[in-house]
């Protein structure tokens, strides 16, 4: 259903969530309520002149949609604050924001993040394939992700969404680890003769980090939703979402296709993870397997063993993960 708002804000709501086209800052603060959002995943406009790239790298435009707004270089700092402490307004205590930017005004975004009570969880950075070709320096071909967390409550990070902890690949190297690890390799993807917005996030990209930071049912917000990649992935996961999108034409172009997703419908292609759930996991500690942990620890250490085979074997022994051996370990000041 389209809505005005008796403002320069107009809004469609879905069963999936509300979309609003219009300014963000204004926009937000006026219809998103305090703490009512889980996760933010947003690609803020990079003030480098996006909107005349084209001119610069000869890229074909024919399907692009017109309307992109960038914002002027001097007026970034300025801007990047407003938006930030938005978005720490309506995350809920506990909700994670990722924020990807490139290299130019990033200094900006960190600056009006230090000014936020929102904290550092990771810097991630996100490698793609066929970065603009220069002659006089080095290739840029990669983005940062930058993902704080709100202070005050349990953040959602849900561990072996992807891959189990025990799942290895051909070399033997944990797979759980290796996709966790803070440097990703994600290429972008290219839609020739479908329209589509002037920068778009991967969908890869996207339901990675829905799947980690997030639950089923959960708000999942964009605040500049450009081509509605991230609405597209969060809804296909069974997530709610809403946003904002400046640009009318971007808006109506993308707005119909999000009416007729099927909430879920992403959901069978996801790669299920092999988990191996431990009997005693986050039962409490016995007496007896306390001294069964030492003596055990004690006599394959006095062996040879290492550390790393002494704490798998006893993990299988016990029922117990391997973080929940070690810690137990430290606690009776066994493991020297």
């Known amino acids: 259903m389209l809505k005005k708002n008796g403002s320069d804000v107009r809004c469609v709501t879905l069963p999936a969530g509300t979309f609003y086209n219009g300014d963000c800052i204004s926009g937000a603060a006026r219809y998103i309520p305090d703490g009512s959002v889980d996760l933010i995943i947003t690609d803020p406009p990079y003030g480098i002149g996006g909107d ?17 707004v960038e914002i002027p270089e001097k007026e970034y700092g300025n801007f990047s604050l407003q938006w930030i402490r938005e978005a720490e307004r ?18 900006h975004i960190l600056a009006a993040l230090k000014m936020t009570s929102l904290t550092e969880v990771n810097h991630i950075i996100w490698k793609y394939s066929f970065g603009v070709f220069t002659r006089r320096k080095f290739v ?3 983005y940062h992700i930058l993902f704080y967390e709100k202070p005050g409550g349990i953040r959602t990070f849900n561990l072996e969404s992807r891959y189990g902890l025990n799942e290895k690949n051909g070399d ?50 964009d605040l500049f939703l450009g081509g509605f990649s991230t609405a597209i992935a969060a809804i296909g996961l ?13 808006f109506d172009a993308r707005i119909c296709e999000i009416e007729r997703m099927e909430p879920g419908s992403l959901i069978p292609l996801l790669r299920a993870p092999a988990i191996q759930p431990r009997k005693n996991q986050r039962k409490a500690w016995t007496d007896e397997d306390i001294r069964y942990l030492v003596r055990e620890f004690k ?38």
């Open 52 to 68: 005349t790239l084209h001119k610069h790298y000869n890229r074909n435009e024919e399907f692009v949609v017109d309307g992109y």
């Open 90 to 107: 309506i995350l809920k205590p506990g909700g994670s924001i990722y924020i990807i930017s490139g290299y130019t005004n990033l200094y």
């Open 140 to 142: 840029s071909s990669h």
């Open 172 to 221: 033997g190297r944990s797979l759980n680890n290796t996709d966790r690890e803070d440097v990703w390799q994600i290429n972008r993807e290219y839609k020739p003769g479908l329209v589509k917005n002037k920068n778009e996030l991967p969908l890869e990209l996207l339901l990675k980090l829905i799947q980690y930071s997030s639950n089923e049912g959960d708000l999942v917000c």
């Open 238 to 250: 069974n997530r709610r979402a809403t946003g904002f999108e400046i640009s009318s034409a971007m």
């Open 299 to 336: 006599k394959r250490r006095a062996s040879g063993e290492t550390k790393k085979e002494i704490i798998a074997v006893l993990g299988d022994a016990l029922g117990r993960g391997r973080w929940a051996i070690i810690k137990a370990l430290k606690k009776s000041a066994c493991n020297k």
